[in-house]
């Protein structure tokens, strides 16, 4: 459910350790940030950013509030913070620049995502990504420190055993790559033939009974066949997970930040001009499918599915998608672009505008698919 649930970006079970750190060591240097800022200082946002930047500087607790920024500058730095992930820790999973510029959207672009705002450990991953200026500063923010080095020869997926949030790949024993699956709001799980981002670790996460739905503390728990879905709450919104209807629950889902007032719990989402409106946790909310996917026609009312994924409105299916999963991949390299596909929709970098070198395409996830990705600087 990568392009379905993974869209809530929560996990602050999961510690930062050594990678918030190096984070924090980004703040002490603005050179290559804020990219259309440097351009336009007038963009939307821009003068509460660098304001932001120069108080961390001199040495303040202060923080960039991601909801002070326009769509505009909140696009561009999603753009800057994905082309450098799948630059540097290849476009496996949700690494491939569209799905992960839906995710950063969601983190970034408050305007579109009013009421699950991002918040805790995982407002820090992203405030880190976004920052980068090196593949080593990308590595700090996946792997919260060093990269971890393969154990073995051969190509294959494991989680990571220190910090069991990332999923990593390994060709003949090489130099690993990461895919953090705290930013998608879940963890890494593994049955021993397979690892995927999911709703709980280890086995857990590929194991669970189909159809079994629960809250544990803030974790939200749903599974779909034999693999948990679901995520963590505490990183959006309101930070919890509730059943609904109260009483006698049906789903779960995040409760949401909202003074629209109550509503009727149901799993339904209406359209309108764009903006897809529901109310799974008995609290009006929106998102603005239209902002966030960048194109009309990118709401798509019918019930939530799951429930809990307020997003799941949000894409485009008729008449025709614009492009349809990996096979919306590609690299122009006469222009310097990748495309990748999301939600039907392309989603494109020049990957010099980001700092980075020429586009490629790549083979991910031991040999299954082939993704579009800029070349490290």
Known sequence: MRARVALVLSATSLALGAGLVACVDLFHSTAGILPLCEVDAQADGCAVAEASVDAAEAG???AIDFCSWGPDLARANAQHACAWLGAC???MGDNAFGACMVQALLAFDCASNPNHPVQG????????????????DIDACVFQGERIACGSSGDYTSCAQD?????????????PHGESCALWGQTCASDGAQEVCAGASGSA??????GV????????????????????????????????????????????????????????????DGIATSCPAG????????????????????????????????????????????????CDPDAGTITSCARGVPFTVSCSDAGLGDCQMLTTDNGSTQRAACTPP
């Open 163 to 175: 910090g069991g949030d990332v999923r990593i790949e390994c060709t003949d024993g090489g130099t």
């Open 60 to 62: 303040s607790d202060a």
């Open 205 to 210: 996460g590929l194991s669970c009974t189909n």
């Open 89 to 91: 820790e290849s476009p």
């Open 283 to 330: 609290a009006l909310e929106t998102i603005n499918c239209q902002e966030l996917l960048g194109t009309q026609g990118a709401c798509n009312p019918q019930d939530a599915a799951p429930p809990f994924d307020w997003t799941s409105a949000c894409q485009v299916v008729a008449p025709a998608p614009p492009c349809d999963g990996d096979a919306g991949e590609s």
């Open 121 to 136: 450990d995982v407002r820090k991953r992203w405030d880190c990504l976004w920052r980068a200026q090196s593949c080593a």
């Open 213 to 272: 739905q629960e809250c544990i503390g803030t974790a939200l728990h749903d599974c779909q066949g034999s693999r948990d879905v679901g995520l963590d709450c505490a990183g959006n919104g309101a930070g919890q997970c509730a059943g609904f209807p109260a009483g006698s629950p049906q789903w779960v889902a995040c409760v949401p930040l909202s003074d629209a007032g109550a509503c009727t719990p149901d799993a339904s989402v209406s359209c309108q």
